[in-house]
């Protein structure tokens, strides 16, 4: 039986730590603030609400890292995509040999990152570093310490960095939690990034809506009209636009839906509207959210950048990088991952898909 640490107690670290537990694992839960994961710490059990129930008993829940991945052999990381480089300074000192680092998810270079940081700071261990193509539940904690999982993915694709070592995956992750499909690499995994379409226009083409409301409608029901469908399908196209120079073939927002939660439509906006996974999930309170802080820096912006670096235009991608900028005051395409800041400036596509599944 493995030992797993769940790096990150939000609505996705608590509903995967209490997940594993029911189901029969030593998890340990690591949070860097106390404040979100002292009830855990206190009692040291999770309650599940919705789709799972139940109370179940976490081994560890704990601010300090070290003792959180100590003797662990699965590292899951369940984190906003912009947390994953302070994530892998922390770890980079303590790592063992052999551990396996999954970021839930990687949203769109991850991995990449993640083990560049890991090299910058040193990290001698032999480390197996994955990333998911997107998190397996829709879940919002409702109290401290009480978590609803509204829905599970059918499946999510998973691949490590290099793809040499996804073996390793099919003989521990796999057996964890089946729904995790093991894919050929990352390109899959980072590029199929849903998040990055749904996500980001939905929010700001609500923005008053959220500012007036404090969020109060269903996002997917009520936020996606059919016009803000038709953006979502702009971005999307422009998405698999990018992922072809790496001559994989991306599967569409619609097709993915039909991947994950098996619904159909006869376009994006009938589709999404038939998945009852999405229902009484209600829209951010504010526009500084993760919707916004970790889908355009960490999805959009390097979606874009190797559009640009490869001659594929993204207009309505590179518009709502503009507009979050201005909403929000930052410059998300100058803080955002690039092709120069993930260490791939200067290669070919094919010496790219070369690194990525042989690590040279």
């Not at 999307?236 to 994950?260: G, H, S």
Request: hydrophobic share 40%; with cysteine; net charge neutral.
């Amino acid at each position: 039986m493995f030992k797993i640490c769940v790096i990150g107690a939000g609505n996705g670290g608590q509903a995967l730590a209490g997940y594993l537990s029911m189901k029969g694992y030593d998890v340990s839960l690591y949070n860097r603030s106390e404040w979100r994961i002292s009830p855990i710490i206190d009692t040291g059990k999770i309650i599940l609400e919705g789709e799972y129930s139940g109370e179940y008993g976490i081994s560890l829940a704990t601010t300090d890292i070290k003792s959180a991945i100590k003797g662990r052999e699965i590292i899951l990381v369940v984190v906003p995509a912009f947390a994953h480089r302070d994530v892998a300074e922390e770890l980079a000192p303590y790592l063992e040999d052999e551990q396996i680092v999954v970021l839930n998810p990687g949203r769109t270079g991850g991995a990449l990152e993640f083990r560049k940081v890991l090299k910058e700071k040193g990290c001698k261990k032999k480390v197996f570093v994955a990333e998911a193509q997107t998190f397996i539940f829709a879940s919002r904690c409702s109290n401290p310490g009480v978590v609803r999982i509204f829905k599970k993915k059918n499946a999510v694709p998973v691949s490590c960095l290099p793809a040499k070592d996804n073996p390793i995956l099919q003989k521990t992750l796999k057996r964890i939690i089946p729904e995790f499909e093991i894919v050929k690499n990352i390109v899959i995994t980072s590029f199929n990034n849903i998040g990055a379409v749904f996500h980001p226009a939905t929010t700001i083409l609500n923005a008053a809506r959220i500012e007036f409301t404090f969020g109060k409608f269903e996002f997917y029901f009520e936020g996606i009209s059919p016009s803000v469908a038709k953006v979502l399908e702009a971005i999307d196209d422009e998405r698999c636009k990018v992922m072809r120079v790496f001559n994989v073939e991306p599967i569409t927002a619609k097709q993915w839906l039909k991947y994950a939660y098996d619904v159909e439509g006869k376009d994006l906006y009938d589709a999404i509207h038939s998945n009852s996974g999405y229902r009484d999930i209600l829209a951010p309170t504010v526009l500084a959210n993760r919707y916004i802080l970790e889908d355009v820096p960490m999805s959009l912006v390097p979606i874009s950048s190797f559009g640009k670096y490869f001659g594929i235009p993204t207009p309505a991608i590179n518009a709502i990088i503009h507009l979050t900028s201005i909403m929000l005051g930052e410059d998300f395409f100058a803080n955002g991952r690039t092709v120069e800041s993930l260490g791939l400036y200067g290669m070919k596509a094919d010496e790219i898909i070369n690194y990525i599944e042989l690590g040279e």
